[in-house]
């Protein structure tokens, strides 16, 4: 098993992949993530305990944000050389206006409305952090899972 990758309550759990209150240089959250998500799964070492959300929850919401397809932003990492090509190509995929005030407040917000509560609590308990009142939303338990917060 890779390092950075440890087994935990959700399955193999990677611990290098941002989180998703990491800004990309949009100002998007949850994008540095992403991208990072794709290259691992491109490289084939993306755990099957991501596989199975991979391109949905936040990936498929920040997609649907921006107007376009998961699958989008996939072929722009594929068939980038660097960091420099990567950047020029999500660019031309993005909308000129990312309203990233928008997606950064859902990003933060998801799972505190009344309708996701139950769920929350129900991620919470499965991960034995049912008694923690820190962790009020979906991000949040991405970073308590992945050992961001202890």
Not at 99 to 126: C, F, Y
Request: charged residues 30%; hydrophobic residues 35%; glycine residues 6%.
């Amino acid at each position: 098993m890779e390092k950075n990758i440890v087994d935990g309550p959700t399955g193999e759990t990677c611990l290098d992949l941002p989180s998703p209150y990491v800004a990309h240089h949009t100002g998007l959250l949850h994008l540095p993530r992403f991208l990072a998500k794709i290259k691992k799964h491109l490289s084939g070492n993306l755990p099957a305990s991501y596989q199975r959300n991979f391109t949905k929850g936040f990936d498929g919401f920040l997609c649907l944000h921006l107007g376009i397809e998961p699958d989008q932003i996939i072929e722009c990492v594929k068939n980038s050389e660097n960091q420099k090509e990567l950047d020029e190509k999500l660019k031309s995929i993005f909308p000129s206006d990312l309203s990233p005030h928008i997606w950064n407040r859902k990003v933060v917000q998801m799972g505190t409305a009344d309708i996701a509560k139950d769920k929350l609590k129900e991620v919470k308990n499965n991960l034995g952090a049912s008694d923690r009142d820190d962790i009020i939303s979906f991000a949040d338990v991405i970073d308590f899972d992945e050992g961001k917060i202890t």
